[in-house]
């Protein structure tokens, strides 16, 4: 078992404390700091296995996890309000401290959906993206500069968080024709819903914990269509103090084609799977299979550097992206 002896748990332990204790998790210079040094703290590689943890520091590492997502919302909240005050918003998400690193995450998911992508299937038309929040910014990004012509549901529990969202994309006659916001539980969408979909992002913050988490898949799992694309936000290491940790064999009745690991100052590992298909259905045939694998290569373990750089990490190095972006082709 892992307990307080470890540094690395004692340091994160400290700061857990320092910021269960703060009056308001709002953005400001204290807020700012705390979290700064927290991400500093989990973001070098470390072998560290939270599965490992004792009970005491399992109990702490959760309710961390909670203040982060309260956090990194109250952030984004605060800056779609900026946003808000232009007459079109979509002109000034520069802004937002960090959208040069939404725009080379986008760009490299959309590399990697283009690499995993079926045999003569073309670009998904229908994409969910499941937490999208108050700033939708990977759906924004992706929207305009890599999927042109599809069409974005977003999906989020928070009413305020989707009406913020909306009033973003509104002045655009684009956007606001492809993209839609939603205020229902993922768990309430049934095939119906789920099975028009390409594509479905599983945000990070989705489903709190591993038991969440796991639900969540294996209701998208019951429910869409064979031969989608699923693509989960999880974490690796020390980061797993920041997020939920989503291991492959988590993903029943998905073929998992790709994991991420970040080697760098990126939070966020990324797993990408393909709904299995039933073979004793009626829909499989050979053809289907010829038309539904090309490309694929269940399971392909690969590092990347950069997948997603989240609001609190206070690093932006441009020049790794060049690097990533013609490696996601390779």
Known sequence: MVCQEEPLVNTISELYSKIASLESLKPSEDVNMLFTQLVLTCMPPNPIDVTKLCHQIQEMRSKLITLCGEAEGLLEKHYSTILATF?????????????????????????????????????????????????????????????????????????????????LVEPDPDLSGRMKFHTKDVMSLGKDELEEYDVVFLAALVGMNKEEKVKVIHHLAKHMAPGST?????????????????????????????????????????????????????????????????????????????????????????????????????
């Open 87 to 167: 007459d079109v918003p979509l002109q000034h998400l520069d802004i937002f401290p960090y959208f040069n690193n939404y725009l080379k995450l986008s760009l490299l998911e959309y590399n990697i959906l283009t690499q995993n992508s079926s045999h003569g299937a073309g670009p998904p038309k229908q994409v969910a993206f499941v937490g999208s929040g108050p700033l939708p910014l990977t759906s924004i990004v992706l929207a305009r500069n890599h999927l042109p012509e599809a069409r974005f549901d977003n999906y989020d529990i928070d009413f305020e968080a989707n009406e913020m969202a909306a009033r």
């Open 230 to 330: 699923l693509m989960v936000r999880s974490a690796h290491g020390a980061r797993a103090f920041l997020y939920p940790v989503v291991e492959p064999d988590d993903l029943c009745g998905f073929d998992v084609l790709s994991v991420f690991h970040p080697t760098d100052e990126v939070i966020n590992s990324v797993v990408i799977a393909r709904k299995a298909v039933d073979r004793s259905s009626p829909v499989y045939s050979m053809e289907w299979e010829q038309n539904h694998t090309h490309n694929f290569s269940p399971i392909r373990m690969q590092s990347c550097k950069c997948l997603e750089i989240q609001p609190f990490n206070p690093l932006n190095h441009g020049s790794i992206i060049g690097e990533l972006a013609s490696s996601a082709h390779q």
